[in-house]
């Protein structure tokens, strides 16, 4: 069974950094990507960044030059590095790993990343 466990979130200021965390069980899985979304409150969950097994990655508009994806294929973690943070980017962080021959999303259970002005 896998199992995705995010670490790192937290409270920082506005125009500090956070570094999430997220290690998937089962060193035998492969997955295609791995990424993050996130869900403020009261708006519906959203992608953050995504990352393939070769290292291609998407961002959302939002987060280009500020947030950076980085992934460790051996170890099964994908991490999010976040700086220059807005309050607007107060949300729940949502590890995701995706397995496309089998058309199966795993997520995490969320961690908490908020931003104070």
């Known amino acids: 069974q896998v199992q995705l466990v995010e670490s790192g979130g937290g409270l920082v200021q506005a125009g500090g950094s956070l570094r999430l965390s997220c290690a998937a069980s089962?060193?035998?899985?492969?997955?295609?990507?791995m990424g993050w979304y996130r869900q403020a409150p009261g708006k519906q969950r959203e992608l953050v960044t995504t990352i393939t097994s070769g290292g291609n990655t998407v961002y959302a508009d939002s987060v280009k030059g500020r947030f950076t994806i980085s992934r460790d294929n051996a170890e099964n973690t994908v991490y999010l590095q976040m700086n220059s943070l807005k309050t607007r980017n107060t949300a729940v962080y949502y590890c995701?790993?995706?397995?496309?021959?089998?058309?199966?999303?795993?997520w995490g259970q969320g961690t908490q990343g908020i931003v104070s002005s």
């Open positions: 995701n790993a995706r397995i496309n021959i089998i058309m199966r999303d795993y």
């Open positions: 089962g060193n035998s899985i492969r997955f295609n990507a």
